[in-house]
Every structure is written in C-alpha cells, then in structure tokens.
C-alpha cells in the first residue's frame, strides 16, 4: 500500500518509489515532480551516469534526441553512448560499433506490432512477406542495444544500464557492423528488429547498417523488413531516415508512448516531459504522413504500457486522441505492465484497467487496438 507525499492518499497503485500519486502530479506538478525525480537521481549516480541531461555551458552538444545534452570534457550523455572526448562528440566504442546483444528470434515473435506485422499476417506479400501467413521455419534479427535517452523506473531491461555504464561490460557486447550486417543476411532471417534501450542513442550506427542491409535486400531479392521499437524521442530528421527504410522494405516503427500528461511522462522517466510530448507529437506526424504511401502494412503502431495508477484510461486518452488526428487507422498496442526495475512495488495490470483503456481508444476514435502481455492481466486492483 503506498503512500502520497503530498496529499497522503494510500492505495495499492501509488508507488512509494515515486512518493506521489497522479493526481498531485497533474494537478500539483511542481510540488509533485521534485518528489518524483528523486528515485531517478539516486539510481543513475550510483551507476556513473548523469543524473538528468547535461547543459555544461562550454560542453560538446550532441542533437540526436529531444534531451539536447551539452556534454562537459571527458563527459558522457544522458544516454551513456555518447562521450565529450577532447571537445569532439564520440560514441564511447568508437564509430562502427555498436554495444548491443543479438539473437535469433524465431517468427512470428511476440513483438509489440505482431498483431499487424508481415511475418504473423502475410500483409504485402509477396513483396514484403515470405508468405500468406505467418513465417513459421523464419526468424527476426533482434538487436538489443545498451543505453537509452529515457530513465523509465519500470524498465523490463534495466540491465542495458549496468553494460552501457561499465567499461567492462561494454567491452563485452562491442558488436561490429559488418559482424551485424552478415547475421541480418542469413538466408532464414527475414525481419530485423532494433530495441533496447532505445536504438535512438545508436542510431548513427544502425542507419548505417540498416541501409547496407536494404541495398544487400534489393540486389539479391529477398525480404529483410528493417522494424524500430523506440520511445520516439529522436530528432525529426532523424526520424524520417528511420521511417524511409521501414517503409521501403516492409518495416514498422514502433513508438512506445509512456504517457500524456508532461508531469507523468517526467516521473516516469525522469526527463524533461513537456519536451518530450512535443517531440512525440512531431515524430508521430512524421510517420504518420508517411504512411499514407504504403497503406498494406502500418507504418506507424503506438504502445502504451499500462502503469497501474499512474498511466491510466486518461492518460491513454489523451494519446489516442492525438494519434487519432493524424491517421485514424493507426494500431494501438496496449501493454501490460509487470513490476520490475525499481518499480516493484505496483501491482501488474488489472483486468478493469485495461477495459477502460480500450474504451479510452476507441472514444478517442480509433479502432484498431490490442492487448499484449495479455496473460499478464487479472483482479488486481
């Protein structure tokens, strides 16, 4: 049972890792955040890394994503992939790396987007799928990269953290571009899926890769869709690089939207959440007016993780009802949230819960929704 700092209301759905509920949070902001973000702070300097964007006045700016950090001498981003090293901006394993882990999944995954992806539906086929149905007997490249522009308290991979913040570790899962380019040209493997983290911190790296992979695809013929599961917080030219090789080969972007409200999003998080909205707005647009040229497959599917008692029918509102006014035919991938990371003291997602989120969406004007984790569900709260 936790415990509201400010108005000291108890339920089983306030953190007391936060210390505050969603009410003082959106009503209460400035007086809730600084409760909020402290759990953040504490967490990331034990790590070694910087406890919130850095803004050094003399510092190395780096403009990959909406943190914008401004990096001191011999500093490292937010992110923990970028280093300020001698006034130059580096990635902190050199150009041509990647810290990431891989792994063959095989098809069809349980991916974020599987509901309307290619190798679970045959949508495109034949020019984007290997078959009419799923692709049983095939498998996705899954490209897990360490680090990410995000804090979220309620990471289901908190562990990237550990590897991007150690030296050691980092060593560890220094991956070569051309070692990575080789495993997403195995015959068998037909989609190519970057996660985390976020590949947003990565991703001067994995365009890179991305479209040697895609030139590879086209001379020889095969299918080798290029998929992001991101938060969306890069910057918008970015975004339409990323967005361009999803849609020319059969890709989905896949941006996970943690929340509507900037105070909630910054709590969760731990970055700047008014910022943050905007740029998910912007992004989201982006792909969005993008899809219009390539309407067999969505271009663009949104998850919403629901955060019991923080992340609520309001909060997915107000995103649905965004993403609803740029492209109504959107997919929405409702997730259920289990307690991990230092959020661990939530319940998992109730089953009342998500029926009202469902309800949010299709209020909000949307239609084609899912659960995912669904089997996660049940009386709860």
């Not at 001698?86 to 394993?93: A, F, I, S």
């Not at 949508?123 to 522009?149: R, T």
């Not at 060593?171 to 983290?197: D, K, Q, W």
Request: charged share 25%; net charge neutral.
């Amino acid at each position: 049972m936790g415990y509201c700092k400010l108005c000291s209301k108890s339920s089983k759905t306030i953190s007391d890792v936060l210390g505050v509920c969603v009410d003082c949070l959106r009503k209460k902001p400035d007086e809730a955040l600084p409760i909020a973000v402290r759990a953040h702070r504490e967490y990331r300097v034990k790590l070694g890394l910087p406890p919130e964007p850095p803004k050094n006045g003399n510092g190395v700016k780096c403009s990959l994503c909406v943190n914008e950090c401004s990096i001191p001498l011999n500093g490292i981003g937010f992110c923990g992939v970028w280093k300020n090293a001698g006034g130059m901006l580096k990635p902190v394993e050199a150009f041509g790396y990647g810290v990431a882990h891989y792994y063959l999944d095989p098809l069809p995954t349980n991916c974020v987007a599987t509901p309307v992806c290619p190798a679970y539906t045959g949508a495109g086929y034949p020019k984007y799928a290997l078959s009419e149905g799923p692709e049983y007997g095939y498998y996705n490249l899954a490209v897990f990269f360490a680090g990410c522009n995000l804090d979220c308290l309620f990471c289901q991979n908190w562990e990237h953290k550990n590897i991007i913040a150690d030296a050691g570790l980092r060593a560890r899962y220094r991956v070569p571009e051309e070692e990575l380019l080789e495993a997403a040209m195995v015959h068998r493997v037909s989609c190519i899926c970057y996660f985390g983290g976020d590949p947003g911190p990565h991703i001067v790296f994995a365009l890179r890769l991305s479209k040697k992979v895609v030139e590879e695809a086209e001379k020889k013929d095969v299918v080798k869709r290029i998929c992001w599961e991101t938060n969306g917080l890069v910057n918008e030219n970015v975004m339409k690089e990323m967005a361009k090789l999803s849609l020319v080969s059969g890709g989905i972007v896949k941006i996970d939207w943690k929340a509507w409200t900037p105070s909630v999003y910054q709590a969760l998080t731990g970055v700047d959440g008014w910022r943050a909205l905007e740029q998910l707005k912007r992004n989201a647009k982006i792909v969005a007016d993008m899809a219009s040229e390539r309407r067999e497959i969505p271009l663009l599917v949104i998850s919403i993780l629901l955060v019991p008692g923080y992340v609520d029918d309001e909060e997915v509102y107000g995103i649905a009802e965004y993403i609803a006014s740029v492209d109504s035919s959107t997919p929405v991938v409702l997730l259920a949230f289990y307690p991990n990371h230092l959020l661990r003291d939530l319940p998992p997602t109730s089953k009342s819960h998500a029926k009202k989120a469902i309800e949010a969406v299709h209020k909000a004007g949307l239609r084609r929704v899912f659960i995912g984790n669904e089997w996660l569900l049940g009386d709860y709260y």
